[in-house]
T-cell receptor, first 114, second 108 residues
Framework: NAGVTQTPKFRVLKTGQSMTLLCAQDMNHEYMYWYRQDPGMGLRLIHYSVGEGTTAKGEVPDGYNVSRLKKQNFLLGLESAAPSQTSVYFC?????????????FGEGSRLTVL | RKEVEQDPGPFNVPEGATVAFNCTYSNSASQSFFWYRQDCRKEPKLLMSVYSSGNEDGRFTAQLNRASQYISLLIRDSKLSDSATYLCVVNNARDMRFGAGTRLTVKP
């Protein structure tokens, strides 16, 4: 009964390093999302995917790339990490698009960029 | 201006109290509305959807006023376990927009 699983849960990077966050869902959902959550800001959408092989930009896409090679996986990449990318990252999936369906979130990945 | 605005709180209330949270949204094209609950250092989880006619789920009541672009959540008979951050979420037809959340602490 895993739902949405994110790895890693914690990571510390130095400025300029790269990394990939992995999101996996076992609910056969078409739609997947990456959000970041910062104090006082609420969750902001980085990128999303409406199905295998598709990706689209969200509200704050700069500095991030994504890929959805398999329906169950959605990867978020940081090519050259910056301190401004220190945040908690949440992956989510849904059965229906946009706001029609409930969002199921992973437990979050805490990233610190020094 | 943020698309979804909430009073950040914190709201500190005694057990058994009734507490109300408000949320305003700026996009008049918004189509659907939700309240999510987020416990400390945990992921958000859906609490309830908000329907035009208002809806109730046990001790929780949600209201929507489209004319004023305003959503509310009322919690009656607060329990210690209600302590969390409550996120107002609005679908703007393209994606979901989250408020920053209102923190509630229920004390014995």
């Amino acid at each position: 009964n895993a739902g949405v699983t994110q790895t890693p849960k914690f990571r510390v990077l130095k400025t300029g390093q790269s990394m990939t966050l992995l999101c996996a869902q076992d609910m056969n959902h078409e739609y997947m999302y990456w959000y970041r959550q910062d104090p006082g800001m609420g969750l902001r959408l980085i990128h999303y995917s409406v199905g295998e092989g598709t990706t689209a930009k969200g509200e704050v896409p700069d500095g991030y790339n994504v890929s959805r090679l398999k329906k169950q996986n959605f990867l978020l990449g940081l090519e050259s990490a910056a301190p401004s990318q220190t945040s908690v990252y949440f992956c989510a999936s849904s059965y229906l698009s946009g706001g029609a369906g409930e969002l199921f979130f992973g437990e979050g990945s805490r990233l610190t960029v020094l | 201006r943020k698309e979804v605005e909430q009073d950040p709180g914190p709201f500190n209330v005694p057990e058994g109290a009734t507490v109300a949270f408000n949320c305003t949204y700026s996009n008049s094209a918004s189509q659907s509305f939700f309240w999510y609950r987020q416990d400390c250092r945990k992921e958000p989880k859906l609490l309830m959807s908000v329907y035009s006619s208002g809806n109730e789920d046990g001790r929780f009541t949600a209201q929507l006023n489209r004319a004023s672009q305003y959503i509310s959540l009322l919690i009656r008979d607060s329990k210690l376990s209600d302590s969390a951050t409550y996120l107002c979420v609005v679908n703007n037809a393209r994606d979901m927009r989250f408020g920053a959340g209102t923190r509630l602490t229920v004390k014995p």
